[in-house]
């Protein structure tokens, strides 16, 4: 089962940070030309250093080769799969030893155009139908999002026909863990199942973190 870090606090020293981690990161990260993209860029590099600690005993930064479709991988470790996201409140990166898929969006307005142009006429009903189409539209797309980075295809896909025609099996609630802001703690979790891959999503107040994997 993967394990998840998240962080929404970056309590850290971004010139510190930058300092400490790979060349191949802090030029990434320095890209952005704004603080808060910088910022977000190493909490999500810093996150997958401490689950790679964590999990694997691993001191060092790692290094990040990509796939030609851009899908990255830890150079010299093939036997670690893992994947990282951010948005403008968090950062959060997935790792286990099958291939996974993270996606974390802030919760903004519904907007029918968008969702009209991602979501297939089954799923579009269920978000217009929902008790808060802003929460469940949000759910969907990092649904979409986080399995297209499970496979390596990004959204050059088209979004609409992603999961066919139909919403997966009934949702159900469980428990599980997570590691948010370092401290590892319990939290609720949703998941739904299309065919052979699982989803489990955590709603926060201002964002929605989606995972995904394979069944096994």
Request: with cysteine; glycine share 6%; proline share 4%.
């Amino acid at each position: 089962m993967p394990m998840i870090y998240i962080d929404d606090k970056f309590d850290f020293d971004l010139d510190v940070a930058l300092r400490e981690i790979s060349v191949q990161r802090r030029q990434s990260a320095l890209r952005f030309k704004k603080a808060e993209g910088r910022i977000l860029s190493v909490a999500a590099y810093l996150l997958l250093k401490r689950s790679l600690r964590d999990l694997y005993g691993f001191d060092c930064n790692p290094d990040l080769g990509y796939e030609q479709n851009g899908k990255p991988f830890i150079v010299g470790h093939p036997e670690v799969c893992f994947n990282i996201s951010h948005c403008r409140k968090a950062a959060a990166c997935a790792v286990d030893g099958c291939p996974v898929g993270v996606d974390v969006e802030t919760l903004r307005p519904f907007r029918e155009e968008l969702a009209c142009h991602v979501l297939s006429g089954s799923e579009y009903a269920a978000v217009v139908g929902s008790e808060n189409p802003e929460t469940e539209f949000i759910r969907l797309w990092t649904m979409k999002e986080s399995f297209l980075k499970l496979t390596g295809e990004g959204i050059r896909t088209d979004l609409k026909t992603l999961f066919g025609n139909g919403n997966g099996c009934a949702d159900e609630y469980s428990e599980t863990y997570i590691v948010y802001n370092k401290e590892k703690i319990t939290v609720g979790r949703t998941t739904r199942r299309f065919s052979d891959v699982m989803f489990s999503t955590v709603f926060f107040p201002q964002y929605i973190v989606t995972w995904c994997s394979r069944v096994r």
